[in-house]
């Protein structure tokens, strides 16, 4: 049993000074508690933020992060819950490897995570994945992360199958043949770089597709990272008509765009790629009328070694963890796009309806799940003092708002900011 | 007159390094007349020539450029392909260094690989064309061969033909031309016309004839036919009777335009053998325009050393 006391507590849609008790890492008790403990005094208490979307590495690329450094990423950067993707080494496509992910987990006992089945075996396209066997191990949802699958009937049936366990395909969408080993995105900055890029149409043509196969097929389906205004319309249109579709973007996309690709910094480079202002616009604008219903990271962390190389060679991919809420406060938020309760339901409660995941939300009952944050802080982006491996970051030296000081699961405070 | 380090490209160059560096070469350019070969701007001086793509002319020209300068040479060759074997370019860069090089003279098939290995060297790095991004020495040769036919690169029209697409030749020619005040147009079948040049200040052209209209110069790009998978037109033939500049083209031109291309020519698709042959045609003039302004930019960095 412990209490965190006096903290600004959003529960029930609403901010209220409350202390909160909990008790076997559930909620007991949010209110006038009085007595001995944790004082949160000054500090926002959110519920535990959730990351549908990252890359934790393990099994196979342990160099670039690891089950352990991943979940300590992630609690620093407020999330109490992620989903890990299956581009591994092997690939998650058994419940053997799901097994182990799992036990990792609670191993490392940080955060809960919840792995992400391929969609086929190995990521090959080829043929479909262990499904059920990885439900009964603990999989919330399939992706082929990193690619689509290219045989649309084969994703025809993935969609099915995976929906008679409940589970919804996560859905990277990319045609192959026309990104055609495009590194950025095509445009004026693509040009003036000399770097090959890829035109919208290589990812809205995958949304599109995905949208067709969920409204054909009754399914539904999730987008993920959206980087193009376009994409944002085929969604918006999409579930204007009542297609079961949900859909995630990451900070980097509502944040920057394709100019800083001229530098050549590597730490630019993304799959997809970051798009021009109006894309980042109509991201915005998605967010704010719900055709994007979450945001995610796609926390992707690199060794040094592989961004260190010419930028054709590099690796695509940001560390977002310990950036995501601080990023989507300043440039949301705080510019009065949309107002707390909403972002943090859209990093929260939405992946968790979208997975059905439990949590997302304060209240007696509830996991003990939640952050502590100073909304007030200024702090500059340093991927030296992260503690994910991936230092890879294009926001190194940014100014943001809104500094996790403290994240609780189950009751038991597994991040504290150390203080100097 | 050169504010920087290395010379990756034109596009961060103010105009005067450019009119600087164009001054030199001229200079340069008479004295290789005179038949100057032992000239004495790097004595001491050391250069590696470390090439990831084929080239004859390019090389030559920097490696000629050097030696005429009394450097010390060393060519590396490497295929494209051990760019993603092997040794990063970092290290490669660091083994350089720790050679003692004053320069590094690269080629590279992926945009942005000088800026990487500038940063990482004390070496100068001099960009002999970094994938589609910029190939500075070819740009300012090209316009050393304009301003000595016509004085001053103020005003001119340039027409560049061709597959804009891959060219950082063209890239490299718009960002300087347009500094130094000359009009630039370009014209390519619409599958080799990359986005956004007009925001860089090209006028891009729907038609041969538009692009050519009045030009003072007229340029052709080369066709590189190992990057012409996937469609991006039918035919050689094709290309050449649509796109290509012959005779009938060149009429639109002014009277007198200079041909010219970065070489080496597929005759008879980018340009006809007439062009190639004929009397404004400037093509054998760029190749020593070329060893000039190599020996301006590497005699133009140590100078600046003080």
């Not at chain 1, 990521?123 to 066997?133: C, D, M, R």
């Not at chain 1, 290219?150 to 045609?175: I, P, S």
């Not at chain 1, 107002?339 to 409660?349: A, D, H, I, N, R």
């Not at chain 2, 039918?234 to 970065?262: C, D, Q, R, T, W």
Request: contains cysteine; hydrophobic residues 40%; glycine residues 10%.
């Amino acid at each position: 049993m412990a209490v965190f006391k006096n903290g600004t507590v959003l529960a029930g849609g609403k901010f209220v000074k409350a202390d909160i008790r909990t008790e076997h890492g559930k909620i007991a008790e949010i209110g006038n508690i009085g007595g001995d403990g944790i004082d949160l005094n000054g500090l926002t208490v959110l519920p535990g933020l959730i990351d549908m979307h990252v890359h934790l590495r393990e099994p196979g690329f342990e160099r670039k992060e690891d089950i352990e450094s991943g979940s300590r990423a992630a609690v620093r950067g407020g999330f109490t819950q992620v989903c890990c993707m299956p581009n591994t080494k092997p690939a998650v496509d058994n419940k053997v490897v799901v097994s182990y992910i799992k036990t990792r987990a609670r191993e490392v006992g940080l955060c809960k995570i919840h792995p992400v089945g391929a969609i086929t075996e190995g990521q090959e396209g080829k043929n479909l994945s262990a499904v059920g066997g990885m439900k009964s191990a603990g999989i919330v949802a399939l992706s082929e992360d990193g690619k689509s699958v290219v045989n649309t009937k084969l994703m025809a049936n993935a969609m099915l199958y995976a929906w008679d366990f409940g589970l919804k395909c996560l859905c990277h969408c990319e045609d192959a043949s026309l990104v055609d080993g495009g590194v950025v995105n095509e445009g004026c900055s693509s040009t003036l770089a000399g770097l090959k890029g890829s035109i919208r149409a290589a990812e809205d043509i995958i949304i599109a597709r995905e949208i067709c196969l969920s409204e054909s097929l009754g399914v539904p389906v999730h987008i993920c990272h959206v980087s193009t205004y376009s994409g944002v319309q085929l969604i918006r249109e999409a579930k204007a008509r009542g297609v079961q579709v949900t859909a995630e973007t990451c900070p980097h996309y509502f944040t920057l765009t394709d100019e800083i690709i001229r530098s050549f910094d590597a730490n630019t480079k993304v799959n997809p790629p970051l798009r021009e202002e109006r894309d980042r616009l109509a991201i915005i604008a998605g967010l704010k009328d719900g055709t994007i219903d979450c945001i995610v990271t796609d926390h992707a962390p690199h060794h040094e070694d592989d961004k260190r190389v010419e930028y054709d060679l590099a690796a695509f991919g940001i560390s977002g963890l310990e950036t995501s809420f601080a990023l989507s406060y300043t440039a949301l938020v705080k510019s009065g796009e949309l107002t707390l309760p909403e972002l943090v339901q859209k990093m929260s409660k939405a992946p968790a309806q979208i997975l059905g995941l439990d949590g997302g939300e304060l209240a007696v009952g509830a996991p003990a799940d939640f952050t502590a944050v100073d909304l007030d802080a200024q702090w500059t982006v340093d991927p030296a003092q992260f503690v994910s491996k991936g230092k890879n970051t294009p926001f190194a030296g940014r100014k943001v708002f809104g500094k996790i000081k403290l994240t609780v699961v189950d009751g038991d405070i597994k991040y504290e900011e150390k203080t100097l | 007159m050169l504010k920087h380090k290395d010379l990756t490209g034109l596009y961060g160059l103010a105009a005067e390094e450019i009119d600087g560096i164009l001054r030199e070469g001229a200079d340069m350019k008479r004295l290789l007349k005179e038949g100057g070969k032992s000239l004495p701007y790097l004595r001491d001086r050391s250069a590696t020539i470390l090439f990831y793509e084929n080239s004859t002319r390019t090389r030559s020209s920097f490696e000629l450029a050097a030696k005429y300068m009394g450097a010390k040479v060393v060519n590396i060759s490497s295929s494209s392909s051990s760019v993603q074997k092997g040794e990063t370019l970092v290290d490669t860069g660091k083994t350089l260094d720790a050679m003692k090089n004053d320069f590094i003279i690269m080629r590279h098939p992926m945009g942005g690989a000088p800026a990487l290995l500038g940063k990482t060297v004390k070496a100068h790095v001099v960009n002999a064309g970094d994938g589609m991004n910029e190939h500075p020495t070819q740009a300012l040769l090209d316009m050393l061969t304009m301003r000595e036919r016509f004085g001053s690169l103020e005003g001119l029209t340039v027409a560049i033909l061709g597959d804009i697409r891959h060219s950082r030749v063209a890239k490299s020619n718009l960002f300087g031309l347009k500094k130094m005040g000359a009009d630039v147009r370009l014209f390519a079948p619409r599958t080799l016309m990359p986005a956004g040049l007009d925001k860089m200040g090209a006028t891009v052209c729907s038609s041969r004839e538009e692009a050519v209209e009045g030009a003072d110069v007229v340029m052709g790009l080369r066709i590189q036919l190992e990057r012409q998978q996937g469609g991006n037109f039918p035919s050689l033939g094709e290309y050449a009777k649509f796109y290509g500049i012959n005779e009938e083209v060149m009429k639109y031109a002014k009277k007198g335009a200079l041909v010219m291309h970065p070489g080496p020519v597929n005759r008879g698709v980018e340009l006809t053998s007439g062009l190639i042959d004929g009397e404004t045609s400037r093509i054998e003039d760029q190749v020593l325009s070329g060893v000039a302004v190599r020996m301006a930019v590497l005699a133009l960095m140590v100078r600046e050393e003080g």
